[in-house]
């Protein structure tokens, strides 16, 4: 069935990690098979796909990291919880657009595009195993505008269902890990030596 839709592959991770661990396989997958670039969508529904054709074309014309944004002109927060806007707005983009030297508003989605050219540098070099759960987002926000890289983010449309948050971060003690490896990733602790 995957077939007529043109799907290539289906990746099955079995070995420990969480998301960083699955961004790690699908971007060596990607780039096993020669793509010059590649996008990445959370797979919750949160997301409207149709920018994604923007996103290549930004890749295609010497963009180097995409990331998407509902905080910029054009862009759509929907349902976000007060929470959760709060803290991408005031404590999330402003300290990683301080770390990197680039102004994102929009930080902890993995809505994005890569560059393969970025992904195989040794400086950012992402497939250490340090990446397991979130570090991996953060990282790349901060790692790569300092690298020189060119960065932009493109408006997207992000809906949270009404009376529901769909998402694997939850509680105190997930929220102070995400913190944990925000301030980690501005300090510098995951860069590439």
């Avoid at 420990?16 to 996008?39: M, N, T």
């Avoid at 992402?126 to 987002?137: A, C, I, K, M």
Wanted: charged fraction near 25%; include cysteine; proline fraction near 7%.
């Amino acid at each position: 069935m995957l077939r007529q839709f043109g799907v290539r592959g289906l990746l099955v991770k079995t070995g420990p990690g969480k998301l960083s661990a699955q961004l790690r396989c699908a971007y060596a997958f990607a780039l096993d098979r020669g793509y010059e670039g590649i996008v990445t969508i959370d797979g919750n529904d949160k997301d409207d796909p149709e920018p994604i054709p923007r996103f290549i074309e930004a890749l295609k014309s010497g963009v180097d990291f995409v990331q998407a944004s509902r905080f910029v002109a054009g862009g759509v927060a929907e349902n976000t919880p007060p929470a959760r806007d709060l803290a991408i707005r005031f404590i999330h983009a402003p300290l990683l657009s301080a770390s990197s030297g680039f102004r994102w508003t929009d930080t902890t989605q993995g809505f994005r595009a890569y560059s393969r050219r970025m992904l195989l540098d040794p400086r950012v070099a992402p497939f250490r195993d340090v990446f397991q759960t979130y570090e991996l987002l953060a990282y790349l926000s901060h790692r790569v505008p300092r690298l020189g890289y060119k960065c932009v983010e493109l408006p997207t449309v992000r809906r949270y269902p009404k009376g529901e948050v769909p998402t694997k971060i939850g509680g105190f003690r997930g929220n102070l890990a995400v913190l944990q490896i925000l301030l980690k990733a501005c300090l510098g602790r995951y860069d590439a030596r």
